[in-house]
């Protein structure tokens, strides 16, 4: 089983998810790298701040080295001074394996930091006169800027998150949006190629890509509009060109059949029926050459009664082709219905939005299913295919102005001809 493809706007929605979370991951990182860092930069800043502060109040007196009180309590925190022989003098020493590393920092003669279980220590020693007389201790613990820096962490992710949805639902919104547009185009241009191949879009000269699209689309109804122009000449060029034979062809079978005995004309009788369905042809295309040139468009009830068929309740609905070419539409089905059916073949016309459709109905064997489409191929012979135009030129009669003929599946025959209306 063939996977469906995913749509464009999930591709682009797919495409804005992986942009925007890739980016939202790579500013998460930085940030946190960036609050790591400031953190530690901030602890060693309010480290230096405090031994600085705790040196400054060391002073030298007749009986050694003593501590002025500290102004303030906080400074006090978690500072330890020792003497230049190593002995604490002030400050009262943590358990465990902070009380040795502050020990063993208080012995030191030089500026030391060491971290020990988040928390940083700084050892900076007292010089007076070129001699260390103290050296100041102090410990700051990285806790409370690592649960800072988790909270951060988790706002700026919930932000990231946040920051995707929404861009993921603005990319699904404007693909929306713009394919909208662009889907009501195509369907537009779908339309007006079937229907009114004489509408456009018009968007002028520069705007947008949806304008550029419009222009193209206009581009594309112009080639439709040459193209079926040239069509209808060259099938007018041809009918035209065959009609003078024609009639020389007529002409000759019709002496040669008077001068014929009467059972040695059949092989002539065969000749000249073929030559008057020709000729009927040929006047049904240049009478509708004629009805296009001259613009000419129908009514239901000009169809009907120019069929010989009773008035309908859309009789004043406004076809888009010409009685002619409706007629010589018709005129097969109607042929095909009386014989294959057990009495006179029933015609009936509805709307499908703004499709009229005239079905031509009998309740003979109908269309086999497989034969729905080969019917209108080009030499295709079928028990259903009757004389004249055929179903095939039929068809192609009626695409020609936008419309369409189909074969529907029995109980009984059915071929509906559907033409736009207003």
């Known amino acids: 089983m063939a996977v469906k493809p995913p749509s464009l706007r999930a591709r682009m929605a797919a495409t804005a998810l992986l942009v925007s979370t890739l980016t939202a991951a790579l500013l998460i990182v930085g940030v946190a790298l960036l609050l790591q860092q400031a953190n530690d930069a901030t602890a060693q800043s309010r480290l230096d701040a405090r031994v600085s502060a705790a040196a400054a109040t060391v002073v030298e007196g007749p009986n050694g080295v003593r501590v002025l009180e500290q102004p303030s309590r906080l400074l006090d925190q978690d500072v330890w001074i020792f003497d230049g022989s190593g002995h604490l003098i002030d400050g009262n020493l943590p358990r465990g394996v902070a009380a040795r590393t502050v020990t063993t920092l208080g012995n030191s003669s030089e500026t030391r930091t060491t971290t020990v279980d988040d928390v940083a220590f700084l050892a900076r020693p007292v010089v007076r006169n070129g001699v260390r007389v103290a050296t100041v201790v102090a410990a700051e613990s990285h806790e409370p800027y690592e649960r800072a820096e988790r909270s951060s962490i988790w706002l700026t992710i919930g932000l990231g998150v946040a920051t995707v949805a929404i861009a993921t639902g603005a990319a699904w919104m404007a693909a929306t949006r713009s394919l909208r547009q662009v889907q009501a185009m195509a369907d537009l241009a779908d339309d007006w190629g079937e229907h009114d191949v004489g509408r456009r879009f018009d968007p002028g000269p520069g705007g947008d890509e ?146 009229v459709v005239i079905a031509v109905l009998d309740d003979g064997s109908g269309v086999p299913p497989d034969d729905l489409e080969r019917v209108f191929d080009p030499g295709h012979t079928s028990d259903v295919d009757g004389s004249g135009l055929g179903l095939p030129l039929a068809r192609r009669m009626v695409r020609a102005v936008g419309g369409d003929v189909i074969a529907r599946p029995g109980p009984g025959g059915r071929f509906e001809v559907r033409v736009s209306g207003r």
């Open 210 to 355: 949806i304008a550029h699209l419009g222009r193209t689309l206009d581009q594309l109804l112009d080639r439709i509009v040459d193209s079926l122009s040239a069509e209808r000449r060259l099938t007018d060029e041809i009918a035209h060109e065959l009609r003078t034979p024609l009639a020389v062809v007529l002409a000759e079978a019709d002496l040669a059949r008077h001068e014929t005995p009467p059972d040695q004309r059949e092989g002539l009788d065969n000749i000249h029926a073929a030559a008057v369905r020709m000729r009927d042809s040929i006047d049904t295309l240049l009478s509708v050459a004629r009805a296009h040139a001259s613009g000419e468009r129908a009514t239901v009830a000009e169809l009907m009664a120019a069929l010989e068929l009773p008035s309908t309740a859309y009789d004043g609905v406004v076809l888009s082709a010409p009685v002619s070419q409706l007629v010589a539409v018709l005129r097969p089905l109607l042929e095909n219905a009386e014989r294959h059916g057990s009495g006179e073949p029933r015609v009936e016309v509805t709307r499908d939005g703004r499709t």
